[in-house]
Every structure is written in C-alpha cells, then in structure tokens.
C-alpha cells in the first residue's frame, strides 16, 4: 500500500547534513519527495513510498546522520498523491 507522510524533526537538525542524508536514505528507499530546512531551525521533509519503507524513513529520521540530536519527530499522515518525481532538497 502506498502512503504519504509529513515529516517534521526537531533538535540540531540543521547544519548537519541532515537534509543531504535524508535524500541519500530516500533514496535507498526508493522513496518520492522533497526534504527542507524551515526558519524555526526544524526539517521538514514529505515522503511517498510503500507504507513499510516510508516508516524505515520515519524511524531514521528519529536519529538522523552522525552529529545530530534529534529532540522530536512529528509526522502527519496525508493522502498519497502520487505527483512526486525523484526525492529533492529543497532551499
């Protein structure tokens, strides 16, 4: 079953490489969509996949790449959509 998710990670996510390594995950995944640093300091990231893959996303980003400290993962499940292309950073 395919999913859609919004995924928001709080901490010292920024300046980690946190998004470069999302991507890099995602796409090991096989996973479609975007991830974005926001102004508060937080990631947000949109991911679209089968269900099971976008929950290993999910469970990665509860610890992120070396040097980060993920204080919280928030997610919000969406309506799969199907209109991603790849799995961008966005800036």
Not at 74 to 83: H, L, T
């Amino acid at each position: 079953m395919k999913v859609r998710a919004r995924i928001r990670v709080e901490g010292l996510v920024q300046g980690v490489f946190f998004r470069y390594n999302t991507q890099r995950e995602a796409h090991r995944l096989g996973l479609k969509g975007w991830v974005r640093n926001l102004p508060d300091g937080s990631v947000e990231c949109v991911a679209e996949g089968e269900e099971e893959r976008v929950k290993e996303l999910i469970q990665w980003c509860h610890h992120g790449p070396p040097g980060a400290r993920v204080e919280r993962v928030r997610v919000q499940w969406e309506e799969y959509r199907g209109d991603l292309k790849g799995f961008e950073i966005r800036y």
